[in-house]
C-alpha cells in the first residue's frame, strides 16, 4: 500500500510561486493516477490537478489552469505540483491522493491520501 508525504507548503505573497512535493513509499506512483486536491477553511474537499499513469496526461481545475502544474519524476517515486501566480483564494490545505483506479477528478475514487500541507498566500 503506497505511503504519502506532502511538503513544500508555506507562506508566501500574492503573485509568488511555491512548489509541493508528495513522496510515495510502498508502492510505485508509476502504477497509479496521481492528483493534488485542497481544502480552503469551511470548504469542502476540491480538485487541483491529476496526472494519468502512462503517457503523462493531466488535468486541472478551471480555477488553476495555466497557474499550475503537475508533475512526477519516476525516479524519486515523487509528484510534484509547481503553483505560480498565487491568489488569496489559493490558501489551503494540500493534499496528495493516488489511485489504481482509471483516471479521475472524482476524490471519492482516491484510495491513498497524504496528511495535507498548508498554503498560505496573504495579499
Known amino acids: 500500500q503506497v505511503q504519502l508525504v506532502e511538503s513544500g507548503g508555506g507562506l508566501v505573497q500574492a503573485g509568488g510561486s511555491l512548489r509541493l512535493s508528495c513522496a510515495a513509499s510502498d508502492g510505485t506512483i508509476s502504477s497509479y493516477v496521481m492528483a493534488w486536491f485542497r481544502q480552503a477553511p469551511g470548504k469542502e474537499r476540491e480538485f487541483v490537478a491529476a496526472l494519468t499513469r502512462i503517457g503523462g496526461g493531466t488535468g486541472y481545475a478551471d480555477s488553476v489552469k495555466g497557474r499550475f502544474t503537475i508533475s512526477r519524476d519516476n525516479a524519486k517515486n515523487t509528484v510534484y505540483l509547481q503553483m505560480n501566480s498565487l491568489k488569496p483564494d489559493d490558501t489551503a490545505v494540500y493534499y496528495c491522493?493516488?489511485?489504481?483506479?482509471?483516471?479521475?477528478?472524482?476524490?471519492?475514487?482516491?484510495?491513498?491520501w497524504g496528511q495535507g500541507t498548508q498554503v498560505t498566500v496573504s495579499s
Open positions: 491522493a493516488a489511485t489504481g483506479k482509471y483516471y479521475t477528478e472524482n476524490l471519492n475514487y482516491y484510495d491513498h
